[in-house]
């Protein structure tokens, strides 16, 4: 067999050059220019002149359907089907510790669907379809998990994903590139994180393959009746994505307009219009949610347009977008793997070489179809104000097939005695670092849980779910008051506790709890302790080492001194909740004005009690204020309409800073100068807060001066 270009002294250099500055790119550098310098003279140039020289049609395209492994031993496959299957199944529920704040949004409506199930189409501020939130309804019922009701699906589309690209590369393919192209997606981070989140990345990857091998399948068969066949097949799968993820309009997008350009070219109108019909078939259920429940406003709000930022910021996000595929961008962006890029060097190094035997190796209409569509694939992320790693993840089948590809050059160039060897040493390699890096951010979380911010997760509510599941084990069910505080944008605690918590699992009995637990801020810990005389309590800490994060939990035993006042905190507790969920499951970006006026029409039936006082106090402006700044249009929402029970909650509530600075900068901001400057006052003399109340008292005498 013919030596390959890549084994040249050249290209050994470039390649070289390559995992240099992914390795240096996975230091982290913070510069734009030095970002811009290391994309232009680390893959540019190097990618140029491997590029440069005689150019040998085709080759590629026909040497990968040769086996160049021989026999391989069957117990080497069925090792790496056993390896894929336990790097996406072991501890699948305790693996990563913690879920994402993503994570527990979608788990939280998982749960509001187990206990309310409706047909909604779209979920969440995201509007994500309903698919992964079917699928965990059904499953946390028989299981009892919230967390195998999230990550299950996620671990077997993952693994799905392996069998599928293997058997997918196969059918064009020969057998030892279908086996590369496979074994890389087994052990490498993306395929392997996406097996561990909420099931809508790995869903959508998974239906992506399928949907362009059905493609591939009908490019390359002749018009006919298994060309309509394979086009109605198409059509089906292509209008079954948008049940998946909402970034399928790209993958659906790409998918159309090849079948148009198929069917023009070999004029296939037959089987455009099975294709057509078929994707409108199945797509039909999201038709009728965009015209009921709207559609949109998420992914218009999340554009580079409503980015206030200036142009270089704007570039920066354009830049970061590339560099995240090849090493960090300098800070933690969201879904950023530690330690590295989407590739780690080895596997960025192969990217730029299969690059070079994609542009010199195949047919020109490939070619052009592969850019274009790797391209439009990064586009969400392109036009985006910030960075989010999610975005661009169904550009992975075509990153790891320009991988696998390099990789089979590589194996060219070697004497086949030694290419099994090689090949496993590779996986080794690649899978050894790719895991160590997986679980980097968890070595020593119960220890240091503040790494769990690197990976955006909760320490401080990590923290309190250790010392809840403990007492539940020892104790059984408890009522668990996982949210009074205000901010619902983490219901990671109240997720995690559902299964035991009887304040708001309407399966356990709440009357048979024999402990409570209260997730409080920290300046409510003084009432809580005078108020429960035989409670416990813990500091949660914060990301910084030895400091807390101003939160405590608390747990009191239920007892002829407790159990009154517990059980009738539990009806606010739930009533929160319901606002929580509401909220979380945004309508396509509408106000929650009605959220709003709701809380103030129920506010009588709030005891007067002064903790659940002030609790009412904190999130109602905490809702009020999201509401003012988010839809300050909405002219319904008034505070003149709730000043009356603004002032009756604030005397029946526990004094604190907190509370008094937030009424205070509230009435600041809408004009009642007299009253705010009373409440701030009073604020100060509370002990905490003292700079923040000053910056507001001091704010309050410019506004009244320029009155």
């Known amino acids: 067999m013919k030596k390959n270009r890549l084994v040249e002294k050249k290209q050994w250099l470039c390649l070289g050059v390559f995992f240099a500055a992914s390795w ?34 085709r080759q590629t395209e026909e040497t990968i359907k040769i086996e160049i492994f021989g026999s391989v031993e069957p117990w080497i496959l069925f090792f790496l089907i056993f390896v894929a299957f336990a790097l996406r199944f072991w501890r699948l529920t305790t693996l990563f510790a913690w879920p994402t704040g993503d994570d527990a949004s979608v788990g939280i409506l998982i749960l509001d669907m187990v206990r309310h199930w409706n047909w909604d189409f779209f979920h969440g501020a995201g509007q994500i379809p309903p698919l992964i939130y079917w699928l965990g309804g059904l499953i946390y019922p028989p299981t009892q998990s919230i967390f195998l009701s999230l990550w299950l699906p996620s671990a077997v589309f993952s693994m799905a994903l392996v069998l599928v690209v293997h058997f997918g590369a196969r059918q064009f393919f020969s057998k030892s590139f279908a086996l590369i192209f496979s074994a890389l997606i087994a052990v490498s981070y993306w395929p392997l994180f996406s097996a561990r989140l909420f099931a809508g990345p790995a869903g959508l990857v998974l239906w992506e393959c399928v949907v362009f091998y059905l493609l591939a399948r009908f490019v390359e068969v002749a018009p006919g009746n298994k060309g309509r066949c394979w086009a109605s097949l198409l059509g089906l799968a292509t209008g079954l994505g948008f049940f ?7 993958i659906a997008g790409i998918t159309a307009v090849t079948v148009i350009w198929q069917a023009v070219r070999q004029k296939r109108a037959g089987e455009l219009f099975y294709f057509i019909f078929f994707s409108i078939l199945t797509a039909f259920p999201f038709l009728v949610a965009i015209r009921h429940e709207g559609f949109g406003k998420h992914i218009w709000a999340s554009g580079i347009w409503n980015n206030a930022a ?42 730029f070489g299969g690059v070079v035997e994609i542009c010199r190796g195949f047919r020109k209409s490939f070619v052009v179809w592969f850019f274009l569509a790797f391209v439009l694939l990064m586009a969400e992320g392109f036009l985006s104000m910030d960075v989010e790693v999610n975005r661009i993840f169904p550009v992975l ?15 060219l160039g070697i004497s086949s005695v030694w290419r099994v060897h090689l090949i496993l040493f590779l996986l080794v390699i690649v899978g050894g670092f790719d895991v160590f890096r997986l679980l980097e951010p968890y070595w020593n979380v119960s220890r240091q849980p503040y790494q769990l911010t690197e990976v955006q997760k909760s320490p401080e509510k ?53 402990w409570a637990a209260i997730y409080s801020r920290a300046d409510y810990l003084p009432w809580l302790v005078r108020r429960f005389s035989d409670a416990r309590w813990s500091y949660l800490p914060s990301e910084v080492p030895g400091r807390h994060s101003g939160y405590v939990l608390v747990i009191v035993p239920v007892d002829s001194k407790t159990r009154d006042v517990l059980f009738s905190w539990r009806e606010t507790y739930n009533f929160f909740m319901d606002l929580n969920v509401r909220r979380i499951d945004d309508k396509n970006g509408k106000t929650d004005y009605v959220l709003i006026k709701e809380m103030a029409d129920h506010y009588p039936a709030i005891p007067r009690d002064a903790f659940l006082q002030s609790c009412f106090l904190d999130k109602f402006f905490f809702d009020y204020m999201v509401e003012k700044t988010f839809h300050p249009e909405d002219a319904r929402n008034r505070y003149s309409d709730y000043a009356s ?51 507001d008292l001091k704010m309050l005498q410019t506004l009244r001066g320029s009155k």
């Open 310 to 351: 200036g142009f270089r910021e704007k570039i920066s996000v354009f830049i970061d977008y590339w560099v995240v595929l090849f090493g960090s961008v300098g800070y933690r962006a969201d879904y950023e793997p530690v330690l590295g890029g989407v590739l780690n060097p080895v596997l960025t190094a192969l990217f």
């Open 244 to 250: 998946i993820h909402t970034n399928w309009f790209v």
């Open 397 to 411: 089948p075509f990153l790891f097939f320009a991988v696998a590809c390099g990789s089979w050059s590589l194996l």
């Open 462 to 514: 990590y923290q309190a779910f250790q010392i809840l599941n403990k007492v539940q084990q020892q104790w059984g069910p408890g009522l668990v008051f996982t949210d009074w505080c205000p901010d619902c944008r983490d219901e990671s605690l109240a997720v995690a506790t559902y299964s035991f918590n009887s304040a708001w699992n309407s399966g356990l009995s709440f009357r048979d709890a024999r």
């Open 645 to 695: 029970m603004v002032r009756a909650c604030l005397k029946q509530s526990y004094p604190n800073s907190n509370t008094y600075e937030k009424v205070g900068r509230v009435l600041m901001l809408e004009g009642f100068y007299d009253e705010a400057d009373k409440i701030l006052k009073k604020a100060l003399t509370l002990g905490s807060e003292r700079e923040a109340i000053l910056a």
């Open 24 to 57: 240096f790119l996975t230091l982290g550098p913070s510069s734009l220019e030095l970002k811009i310098l290391i994309l232009i003279f680390g893959f540019g140039i190097p990618l140029f002149l491997l590029m440069a020289g005689p150019v040998v049609p």
